[in-house]
């Protein structure tokens, strides 16, 4: 299969949905208002077919200084195993490094598919006391669940909180 991952347009949304929807279902994903995708379009990469499809996609979301996280990555469960995961992981770390963070954060099922990348799992607060009080702050579910919040623990049981140091 043709893949090319590039950045996401807002008219790619509809799809990015889409191919979030089963996995929000299935709890694996938080889910993301239409609205809230558009906002982050800028966010998100997408990895097209050579049909023009959109077989998958994954987003960098900055959170601090030194601390990005990978968020939403999915792909179309018929094109599960194709290599699509891995071209979005591998364009989100550059991006990543091209932006200057120095630490990849996630919170997934996936263990072993993120540890071929060099992620670990993590038991430690990522952050300390005068950030952790910064990132309180932010209204993004995306920030409770990093910083491990009682609110959002039925959303992320049995997630592993893993870390990647670029």
């Known amino acids: 299969m043709t ?3 590039r950045r996401a347009r807002t008219a790619d949304v509809a799809e990015i949905a889409e191919l979030l929807d089963p996995y929000v279902r299935e709890r694996i994903l938080l889910g993301k208002e239409r609205v809230d995708l558009f ?15 959109i077989v998958g996609c994954g987003a960098l979301h ?10 939403s990555l999915a792909v179309a469960h018929d094109e599960r195993g194709a290599g699509i995961g891995a071209a979005l992981l591998t364009r989100l770390i550059s991006d990543a490094r091209e932006l200057g963070v120095s630490r990849l954060f996630c919170l997934t099922f996936e263990v072993q598919f993120f540890e071929k ?3 670990a799992p993590v038991t430690d607060e990522l952050v300390d006391d005068r950030v952790f009080a910064e990132l309180i702050r932010s209204h993004d579910e995306g920030v409770a669940e990093f910083l491990d919040l009682a609110r959002v623990k039925p959303n992320t049981l049995g997630n592993t909180r893993m870390l990647l140091n670029l």
């Open 117 to 119: 990348f060099g992620f």
């Open 3 to 5: 893949l090319t991952v």
């Open 39 to 53: 906002e982050q379009v800028q966010e998100f990469r997408v990895a097209q077919s050579g049909d023009d499809a």
């Open 62 to 71: 900055v959170m601090w200084e030194d601390l990005a996280e990978v968020r």
